[in-house]
Nanobody
């Protein structure tokens, strides 16, 4: 099993920045891709970004391209999401996820492990 622990959420004004962290532990050798998803009230969980565990490839959802940056510290088994130029529509619970497959998948069903989620609220 792989355990994922989210941290770093909070309240920020529009235009501000936040950085989320996701620490992985357990059988991390089985994980090849990690990603971020978010879910706003009444909406489906949405793909935000994904990265290979060695940081060689990455992918972003259209709504965050140019504003969010995903990165990976392989030595610490920790993934980060730097969120800049935040908008009120970025308000959601953010989840980190990990998958044992090789593809930078964007669907929730492709991911095997999930963090507990962290709230990000952007005020206007």
């Amino acid at each position: 099993q792989v355990q994922l622990v989210n941290s770093g959420g909070g309240l920020v004004q529009a235009g501000g920045s936040l950085r989320l962290s996701c620490a992985a532990s357990g059988r991390t050798f089985s994980v090849f891709v990690m990603g971020w998803f978010r879910q706003a009230p009444g909406k489906e969980r949405e793909f935000v970004a994904a990265i290979t565990r060695i940081g060689s490839s990455l992918n972003y959802g259209d709504s965050v391209k140019g504003r969010f940056t995903i990165s990976m510290d392989s030595a610490k088994n920790t993934m980060y999401l730097q969120m800049d130029s935040l908008k009120p529509e970025d308000t959601a619970v953010y989840y980190c996820a990990a998958r044992e497959g090789l593809r930078l998948a964007t669907g929730t069903s492709a991911y095997n492990y999930w963090g507990q989620g962290t709230q990000v609220t952007v005020s206007s």
